[in-house]
């Protein structure tokens, strides 16, 4: 049997209501598809069974792993405060739970926190612990999330690249259904682009309501700030974070855009107006290490190659 791994401990830090959270499932952060499969054909017990003879057995890698591994390193920045955290919010109970626990100390995570919730949805403990996005392939427990009105999506199967080298966080966001809500796609539906176009246009200077992402957009945007004073400061500073925005909207519906930014106080490092142009063609130059969008015709032309969330929300969601 292989020796287990060392206990970390705890730091202390920013409290968890001051700190950007991310919540994530066993099933985005590791690649569970062997035990799973277990579970699906020979049940309950033969899965506890799986898992407890494999305790020690490291899991690969999930297509949520490269995105939270740099998401905590954020916290390099800022030791003392450390303002970032991922907490573990898992179907599984404490006993099968053990060989994540111990996947997780194998590659250095620095997460401490966990619920092992016994074949439960995880998505009521969203709040409790300041969460503002919550990963998972199980796409019951996503929607579940969504519809309670908490921030989650569901990782779609993708090839795992992750470079220790490259330490820059990138993230890309759709907007409509995403950072904002469905109020412009409801529009497009209902008509056509003509339409939508004379409605943003008309509305421009109004902001759009908020999105399922918008709060983690803005808490990142708030750590962008700080990078960006850190490299004022160091010219040798290597930024941690890049944040895009990956829309299929044409610059004629632009400024409708620019006015929500503007009032959230937030700008992206990159915005691309594709004017209906496959997205991909842009995210396999950006090489983001994890995409959101709510229409999964968008992910799919991407599955593969780009990390990717689907967010089922709004009037075209697909899911």
């Given at each position: 049997?292989?020796?287990?791994?060392?206990?970390?401990?705890?730091?202390?830090?920013?409290?968890?209501?001051?700190?950007?959270?991310?919540?994530?499932?066993?099933?985005?952060?590791?690649?569970?598809?062997?035990?799973?499969?277990v579970?699906?054909?020979?049940?309950?017990e033969?899965?506890?069974?799986?898992?407890r003879?494999?305790?020690y057995?490291?899991?690969?890698?999930?297509?949520?792993?490269?995105?939270?591994?740099?998401?905590?390193?954020?916290?390099?920045?800022?030791?003392?405060?450390?303002?970032?955290?991922v907490?573990?919010?898992?179907?599984?109970?404490?006993?099968?739970?053990?060989?994540?626990?111990?996947?997780?100390?194998?590659?250095?995570?620095?997460?401490?926190?966990?619920?092992?919730?016994?074949?439960?949805?995880?998505?009521?403990?969203?709040?409790?612990?300041?969460?503002?996005?919550?990963?998972s392939a199980?796409?019951?427990d996503?929607?579940?999330?969504?519809?309670a009105?908490?921030?989650?999506?569901m990782?779609?199967?993708?090839t795992?690249?992750?470079?220790e080298?490259d330490?820059?966080?990138?993230?890309?966001?759709?907007?409509d259904?995403?950072?904002?809500?469905?109020?412009?796609?409801?529009?497009?539906?209902?008509?056509?682009?003509?339409?939508?176009q004379?409605?943003?246009?008309?509305?421009?200077d109004?902001?759009?309501?908020?999105?399922?992402?918008?709060?983690?957009?803005?808490?990142?945007a708030?750590?962008?700030q700080?990078?960006?004073a850190?490299?004022q400061?160091?010219?040798?500073y290597?930024?941690?974070?890049?944040i895009?925005?990956?829309?299929?909207?044409?610059?004629?519906?632009?400024?409708?855009?620019?006015t929500?930014?503007?009032?959230?106080?937030?700008?992206?490092?990159?915005?691309?107006?594709?004017?209906?142009?496959?997205?991909?063609?842009?995210?396999?130059?950006?090489?983001?290490?994890?995409f959101?969008?709510?229409?999964l015709?968008?992910?799919?032309?991407?599955?593969?190659?780009?990390?990717?969330?689907?967010?089922?929300?709004?009037?075209?969601?697909?899911?």
């Amino acid at each position: 049997m292989p020796c287990k791994p060392t206990i970390g401990h705890a730091a202390m830090g920013y409290p968890i209501e001051k700190k950007l959270v991310i919540a994530v499932a066993s099933s985005a952060l590791f690649d569970l598809g062997e035990a799973d499969e277990v579970f699906r054909n020979e049940g309950t017990e033969k899965y506890r069974q799986f898992q407890r003879e494999r305790k020690y057995d490291v899991l690969p890698k999930g297509v949520a792993f490269p995105f939270i591994r740099r998401f905590l390193n954020l916290n390099r920045a800022y030791p003392e405060q450390e303002p970032v955290e991922v907490v573990l919010l898992s179907r599984n109970d404490p006993d099968t739970g053990q060989r994540v626990f111990y996947s997780i100390q194998h590659y250095g995570l620095n997460i401490t926190r966990a619920a092992f919730l016994g074949g439960k949805s995880p998505h009521p403990y969203i709040p409790a612990f300041n969460v503002s996005l919550f990963l998972s392939a199980n796409a019951t427990d996503v929607q579940q999330a969504i519809e309670a009105g908490y921030p989650a999506g569901m990782v779609i199967p993708s090839t795992i690249t992750d470079h220790e080298e490259d330490a820059e966080l990138r993230i890309a966001f759709d907007f409509d259904g995403v950072l904002a809500d469905d109020e412009a796609e409801a529009v497009f539906r209902q008509g056509d682009l003509e339409q939508f176009q004379a409605h943003e246009l008309q509305k421009a200077d109004i902001p759009h309501n908020p999105g399922p992402l918008s709060d983690l957009f803005k808490k990142l945007a708030a750590f962008q700030q700080l990078e960006m004073a850190k490299e004022q400061q160091d010219a040798n500073y290597q930024r941690l974070l890049r944040i895009a925005i990956v829309t299929a909207r044409n610059i004629l519906a632009s400024e409708r855009v620019v006015t929500t930014l503007n009032s959230w106080g937030v700008m992206p490092d990159e915005t691309f107006f594709l004017g209906g142009m496959e997205k991909v063609r842009i995210l396999r130059q950006l090489k983001p290490h994890i995409f959101f969008d709510d229409q999964l015709t968008h992910l799919e032309s991407a599955a593969g190659d780009i990390p990717s969330v689907h967010v089922p929300f709004g009037v075209r969601n697909d899911g």
